[in-house]
């Protein structure tokens, strides 16, 4: 794993500014680019990635979610809801993981996967991911059996977190992104924040190929550098 660590006191305006970078590179490139964000107090990273955008580049950007609660979009947990919520432009395209149409998980995963791997040709280019205190990202918990699950999806159907019936990325979609941003903030991240940057092969984390943490946890004495 290639971990780069910013220290920053607004890990919010940090990360969007790196996933701005990272996006705008991709579109150069390809004239699209593959995204992934999660929900939780990740998404306030995205007026950030917005403001540094070059004019038009959101426009042709493939969004879907690296997680998602089986919620309604109204519902406060909801993961999409929470982008909605901002009032932020609409993506050139939007995949939901879990859509209020969706009467169950083979139902989700019978639409999601089928269009993933059309639009999005089976992968990413950059994720967007929140850490829980815990350690995990999207919705794979350390030791769970999701963290093992193959493909492109997985029903969570137990998460530790309520609320307990989740749609996931899985870690392969994740390990193959080549890179992920992660923001952190708050001493309540830092024992979680400690095991990532130790690599603990528990996390998820630890075999992401090119993981970029922008925070404001003082890390000098805990990174192995």
Same mark, same amino acid.
């Given at each position: 794993?290639?971990?780069?660590?910013?220290?920053?006191?607004?890990? +919010?305006?940090?990360?969007?500014?790196?996933?701005?970078?990272?996006?705008?590179?991709?579109?150069?490139?390809?004239?699209?680019?593959?995204?992934?964000?999660?929900?939780?107090?990740?998404? +306030?990273?995205?007026?950030?990635?917005?403001?540094?955008?070059?004019?038009?580049?959101?426009?042709?950007?493939?969004?879907?979610?690296?997680?998602?609660?089986?919620?309604?979009?109204?519902?406060?947990?909801?993961?999409?809801?929470?982008?909605?919520?901002?009032?932020?432009?609409?993506?050139?395209?939007?995949?939901?993981?879990?859509?209020?149409?969706?009467?169950?998980?083979?139902?989700?995963?019978?639409?999601?996967?089928?269009?993933?791997?059309?639009?999005?040709?089976?992968?990413?280019?950059?994720?967007?991911?929140?850490?829980?205190?815990?350690?995990?990202?999207?919705?794979?918990?350390?030791?769970?059996?999701?963290?093992?699950?193959?493909?492109?999806?997985?029903?969570?159907?137990?998460?530790?977190?309520?609320?307990?019936?989740?749609?996931?990325?899985?870690?392969?979609?994740?390990?193959?992104?080549?890179?992920?941003?992660?923001?952190?903030?708050?001493?309540?991240?830092?024992?979680?924040?400690?095991?990532?940057?130790?690599?603990?092969?528990?996390?998820?984390?630890?075999?992401?190929?090119?993981?970029?943490?922008?925070?404001?946890?003082?890390?000098?004495?805990?990174?192995?550098?």
């Amino acid at each position: 794993m290639n971990l780069e660590i910013v220290p920053t006191k607004d890990p +919010a305006a940090t990360a969007g500014e790196r996933l701005a970078r990272a996006i705008a590179a991709v579109d150069a490139r390809r004239g699209a680019c593959r995204l992934a964000i999660p929900g939780g107090s990740a998404v +306030a990273v995205l007026p950030y990635v917005l403001k540094n955008l070059p004019q038009g580049t959101w426009s042709r950007v493939l969004l879907t979610w690296v997680d998602e609660r089986c919620v309604p979009l109204a519902d406060p947990a909801s993961n999409r809801g929470a982008l909605r919520r901002l009032g932020l432009p609409p993506p050139g395209l939007e995949l939901p993981l879990w859509d209020d149409t969706d009467g169950d998980a083979d139902a989700a995963l019978g639409r999601f996967v089928p269009a993933f791997m059309r639009a999005f040709a089976g992968g990413l280019d950059v994720a967007l991911l929140g850490l829980g205190e815990d350690g995990h990202v999207a919705s794979l918990f350390p030791g769970h059996a999701a963290l093992e699950a193959e493909g492109t999806a997985v029903f969570v159907a137990d998460s530790p977190k309520p609320p307990p019936r989740r749609m996931s990325l899985t870690h392969a979609v994740l390990r193959a992104t080549p890179l992920a941003v992660l923001a952190v903030g708050g001493e309540g991240k830092r024992a979680a924040l400690r095991r990532v940057v130790q690599r603990d092969p528990a996390l998820p984390t630890s075999a992401l190929p090119h993981l970029m943490i922008a925070t404001d946890i003082d890390l000098e004495d805990e990174a192995d550098e």
